[in-house]
Each structure stands twice: as structure tokens, then as C-alpha cells.
């Protein structure tokens, strides 16, 4: 139990496009959802949490006009990258939690996307 | 500031041996702590997590220790396998203004089993 999968999971796109990345809890009711990023060899830093229905909370540093994030139901939310540039170029990972399974986070598989 | 670190980035040992992966944490308040495994290419993995009520828990062929009076954290895996192989996360999970807990992650140690 617990899977959480990301679609897609890799993209290539040209600058200034923008990308949209699912995350679905496939097995449970997430309540709620992190946004991660991961640069090669480097830890996850977190980037936003979303709670289904509401407005995401970004983490300092993070702008929520560049990294759009909807939390529509209680099974998918999405991360739309705007007007990507190279720099952008990173490893999306999200997870999913749920007040009936404490505090812990169930990650999804990663998005590897890669802004030309 | 509030940190979670590793004291060792890469370990290396051979296979059917102990692995020991540490982790020091710096905020005292903290009360709930997990292991991650990330293969490369993938997502985090959870292995095993503990609250600060607890000083030891055992999975499968995995054991954390916490020491809050040093806030230390360990992860021991026994009979190391190939399959072993990836990078470990501690994490600490931190709540903040009533919302769920948000996850802080250490730098991550990179675990090499040797056949």
C-alpha cells in the first residue's frame, strides 16, 4: 500500500515553455502533498506543501508564480513549471501524506526535467 | 541554524557485513525521525522512522538508534547486500503551525557494498 506515482517521468522542453508534473497517490487519500527538488548528488529541499483544496505554502525562496501548484482532490496534485529556463532543470520529486498515516510521507518516483 | 547532517558522505564495505549510517540533528524539539533509501534515478524509499518517546527500533535486518542527550541518530543494517547500494536520507519531521509535518533532510551518505 502507500504507492504514489509521478507522470511524466522525464522531460525535455525548450525554454520558455511550461511543464505540468502529476503526482497521484494511487492506494489512499493524500491530504496532503510536497513538492520537492533535487539537484545531482544533493539532498531534497523542500519546495511548497499543498493541502487539498487549498492554497499551497512555499518555502522561502521559492516562487510560487514560477512553480504553480493545484492540489484539486484528495488523490493528484500538480506542479506546473512556468516559462522554464535551463536553470530550472532539475529532479521534481513529490510525496503524499494522510492524517490517518502519522506523519509519514510516501514518495512518488521523481521527474527528471531538462530545460534546453 | 536548524540543521540535519551526516557525519560520513560515502561508506564503503563489504557485502555480509554491518553497515552503520549516522546522522546528527540540531533542533532539540524534534520528535519524529526516518531513514530513506534513494536508488539512483528514483524517489526516497521509507525504511524505518522513530519518535523521540523511543531510543531504539528494528525492522527487517534494519535497526535506528536515537540519542536525544547527544541528538544522534543512526542507521544499522545488518548483513549489508548488494542491493543495499544508494544513497541513505535522515530526515526530520517537523511540524509547522498545526499543518502536517515538514520533512528536513540531511545530505544524504552514500552507501557502496563491495561483492
Known amino acids: 500500500g502507500a504507492v504514489v506515482s509521478q507522470h511524466p517521468s522525464r522531460v525535455i522542453c525548450k525554454s520558455g515553455t511550461s511543464v505540468k508534473i502529476e503526482c497521484r497517490s494511487l492506494d489512499f487519500q493524500a491530504t496532503t502533498m510536497f513538492w520537492y527538488r533535487q539537484f545531482p548528488k544533493k539532498s531534497l529541499m523542500l519546495m511548497a506543501t499543498?493541502?487539498?483544496?487549498?492554497?499551497?505554502?512555499?518555502e522561502q525562496g521559492v516562487e510560487k508564480d514560477k512553480f504553480l501548484i493545484n492540489h484539486a482532490s484528495l488523490t493528484l496534485s500538480t506542479l506546473t513549471v512556468t516559462s522554464a529556463h535551463p536553470e530550472d532543470s532539475s529532479f521534481y520529486i513529490c510525496?503524499?501524506?494522510?492524517?490517518?498515516?502519522?506523519?509519514?510521507?510516501?514518495f512518488g518516483p521523481g521527474t527528471r526535467l531538462t530545460v534546453l | 541554524g536548524e540543521s540535519v547532517g551526516l557525519h560520513l558522505p560515502t561508506l564503503s564495505v563489504q557485502e555480509g557485513d554491518n553497515s552503520i549510517i549516522n546522522c546528527a540533528y540540531s533542533?532539540?524539539?524534534?520528535?519524529?525521525f526516518i531513514w530513506y533509501k534513494q536508488e539512483s534515478g528514483k524517489g526516497p524509499q521509507f525504511i524505518i522512522d522513530?519518535?523521540?518517546?523511543?531510543d531504539k527500533r528494528q525492522g527487517q535486518r534494519v535497526t535506528v538508534l536515537l540519542n536525544k542527550t547527544v541528538k544522534h541518530l543512526s542507521l544499522q543494517i545488518a548483513a549489508t547486500q548488494p542491493g543495499d547500494s544508494a544513497v541513505y536520507f535522515c530526515a526530520e519531521n517537523r511540524n509547522y503551525g498545526g499543518s502536517q509535518g515538514n520533512l528536513i533532510f540531511g545530505k544524504g551518505t552514500k552507501l557502496s557494498v563491495k561483492p
Open positions: 510525496s503524499a501524506s494522510s492524517t490517518g498515516m502519522a506523519d509519514t510521507q510516501y
Open positions: 522513530i519518535r523521540s518517546n523511543m
Open positions: 499543498s493541502n487539498e483544496g487549498s492554497k499551497a505554502t512555499y
Open positions: 533542533n532539540s524539539a524534534s520528535d519524529y
